[in-house]
């Protein structure tokens, strides 16, 4: 738990900035932990319901007070269904945000779109040859049409599967559709979760975890899936570039604009903004020496993947980032945005601008995004930063950037690899290569700042455990150092050998939240060049300091997909045993993989190396015993 007298973050500009926001008078997200402790400990249980108007209800785990709500639900069926709404919850933001590039791309369709076009046709027709749509004699545009319509029926009820299960390796595809979890449709699942959970419905908690699982499949090989694949059409297959990270990246003599949030749709129109000669002149005019765009938590990522532009912070840095004084304006579209931020930087000459129809927040201006005048509004958005300047008084920017190499998409990653996986898989079999963790997910106060991340990450490199990350974690990791080809020196001799080879960090930048598809398409491309299920391979999943409901989600679908993925804070299960015991061991039995926890992260790297280890002695690999 933080402590007020230690420092917040592992990292340089985190305790420099916090102290100077409370020299601001800011309240941080670390104030306010703070001030909400104790927590509820039935909630932190998740022996707390209040599905239906008879409760709230609670079930006491000393078996003491009531052990069942009003209408008679009990500990499981109350932890199941919590779990399962935080499911839904987190396949719906994903997934939404995967809608609205389809909407984005029927519009470029119908040439109502702006300043949106295909940047990529090749993906574009890989895409509509995925879906089945004919390409014979079309147009880019019509088969962009044709496209858009197939992807939204797939948020439908019309198919039996969900198109891109496709991808998965044949042998999990029959798992799936041996324990009846195969997604259907997108909405379709993440409707029948909240149905199954309202009062009186499913009272199964094994039923209830098992359409949780396949609501989360239905964004992992679904509305995830699409938000990257259509993402990669419309802005372009990211590829590796060499940027800067941590608040040092914000420049005391130019116009710093901040983007924050999950879609690419809105920053992207930014960053072009950013670059017209009109608005650097009038930038050069007020005095500043040029518009400096940089990026916060996923919407940075996305930038950074395909632009190289430059990252601030992550989630628990948005408000430290305004205590800097230094922004002119933060452009925010939706997902991990702190209702506070508006308030902190009213300390500061900063303008707060919400852009989305769907997220609306205390203290900020409201310019709603659409296609249609998309290009017009950032362009207009870009001129009142630049008049902004005028307005700024003391500056506070205590560190220097830090380099780091991000932009790893499948493409370019097998690319690197000389076309095809095997060079990876023959570097596995060897036992150069370990094996391989994602590690994804946000920043939690209840864990010191990035130190979850951090500490796991360079334990596992150590070990010769390749690691790719997306997300928050992805910004710890660059910050610490570990995203440059000098890194491998950090890296075990196996893993040094093979990245040096390369020339690519031991650590390498997968994208955006997300983006966590990209690493089951890059799994399955190893598990079909090898012959085998997902669960076999030596690879596993982390999110060491996860905070939010569609992080859990991640975690499902990774677990469903048969890849077994430790979480740092434990989710709000420990009311009930029997989902415990379901979670952390009986899913071996049906998909293959399991959930673990563990709040330190030496621990969980410990368990990560033994289940890797474990893994390779399975595919009759050499193998290594840990602990
Ligand atoms: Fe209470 Fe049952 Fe209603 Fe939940 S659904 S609030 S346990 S009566
Ligand atoms: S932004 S979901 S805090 S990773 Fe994707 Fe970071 Fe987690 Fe949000």
Redesign the pocket.
């Known amino acids: 738990m933080f402590d007020p007298n230690e420092p917040i973050s592992v990292t340089k500009d985190g305790p420099l900035l916090h102290a100077k926001a409370r020299r601001d008078g800011v309240e941080t997200v670390f104030e306010r932990h703070q001030a909400q402790q104790p927590q509820c400990g039935f909630c932190d249980m998740g022996l707390s319901c209040r599905i239906c108007i008879m409760g709230p209800c609670r079930v006491d785990p000393f078996g003491e007070g009531p052990q069942q709500g009003v209408c008679g639900a009990d500990a499981d069926i109350i932890v199941a269904r919590n779990l399962c709404r935080m499911i839904a919850a987190g396949a719906a933001s994903h997934s939404d945000h995967g809608r609205d590039l389809v909407e984005v791309l029927a519009s470029v369709a119908a040439g109502t779109a702006g300043g949106y076009k295909i940047r990529n046709e090749e993906k574009l027709r890989q895409l509509a040859g995925e879906y089945g749509v004919a390409l014979e004699g079309r147009s880019p545009g019509e088969i962009a049409g044709a496209l858009a319509d197939a992807m939204m029926e797939d948020y439908g009820m019309r198919r039996k599967a969900i198109t891109l299960v496709k991808r998965a390796p044949e042998k999990r595809r029959a798992c799936w559709d041996a324990v009846g979890i195969t997604p259907r449709g997108i909405d379709r699942e993440t409707s029948e979760t909240l149905h199954r959970t309202h009062m009186g419905v499913d009272n199964g908690w094994q039923s209830l975890l098992l359409q949780g699982l396949r609501n989360a499949l239905s964004d992992g090989w679904g509305g995830s899936m699409i938000a990257t694949e259509v993402s990669d059409i419309l802005f372009g297959v990211p590829a590796p570039h060499t940027t800067a990270v941590n608040a040092g990246v914000l420049k005391a003599d130019q116009v710093n604009i901040v983007v924050h949030g999950?879609n690419p749709v809105v920053s992207e129109m930014v960053s072009a903004a950013c670059q017209d000669p009109a608005l650097l002149a009038a930038a050069e005019a007020q005095g500043a020496q040029g518009i400096n765009l940089v990026g916060v938590?996923?919407t940075g990522?996305e930038l950074l993947m395909r632009r190289g532009i430059a990252m601030a912070g992550?989630?628990l840095m948005t408000e430290l980032i305004l205590s800097t004084g230094a922004v002119e304006m933060m452009i925010v579209d939706y997902?991990?945005i702190m209702p506070a931020i508006g308030q902190a930087a009213a300390s500061y000459h900063t303008e707060m601008i919400s852009t989305s129809d769907k997220a609306r927040f205390p203290g900020m201006d409201h310019h709603e995004f659409h296609p249609q005048n998309a290009a017009e509004l950032a362009a207009g958005l870009v001129q009142r930063a630049v008049d902004n300047f005028a307005n700024r008084t003391e500056t506070y920017i205590p560190v220097t950037p830090q380099a780091a190499m991000g932009g790893f998409s499948v493409e370019t990653l097998i690319g690197a690899l000389g076309g095809t996986p095997d060079p990876l898989i023959e570097a596995i079999k060897a036992g150069q290569i370990r094996g391989a963790v994602g590690i994804?997910?946000?920043?939690n106060p209840k864990i010191r700042h990035d130190y979850g991340h951090v500490t796991l990450t360079r334990r596992l490199i150590e070990n010769d455990i390749l690691v790719v990350d997306?997300?928050?974690?992805s910004v710890a990791n660059a910050k610490a150092g570990y995203k440059l080809p000098e890194a491998i020196e950090m890296a075990g001799p196996g893993l040094k050998a093979v990245c040096g080879s390369l020339g690519i960090p031991p650590v390498l930048h997968l994208g955006?939240?997300v983006d966590n598809v990209r690493i089951l398409v890059l799994l399955s491309a190893l598990a079909d060049s090898l012959g085998v299920d997902l669960s076999d391979l030596p690879v596993a999943g982390s999110a060491p300091e996860?905070?939010?409901e569609?992080?859990v989600t991640i975690g499902a679908y990774f677990v469903a997909s048969g890849v077994t993925t430790h979480l740092g804070p434990m989710p709000p299960i420990a009311g009930s045993m029997q989902v415990v015991g379901l979670l952390t061991e009986g899913l071996n039995d049906v998909v293959g993989a399991s959930f673990a926890v563990e709040p330190d992260p030496q621990k969980a790297a410990v368990f990560l190396q033994a289940h890797i280890e474990g893994k390779r002695q399975a595919l009759g690999l050499d193998h290594r015993t840990i602990g």
């Open positions: 999950h938590c996923c990522n992550n989630h997902q991990c994804v997910g946000c920043n997306t997300g928050c974690v955006s939240c996860w905070y939010s569609k992080a």
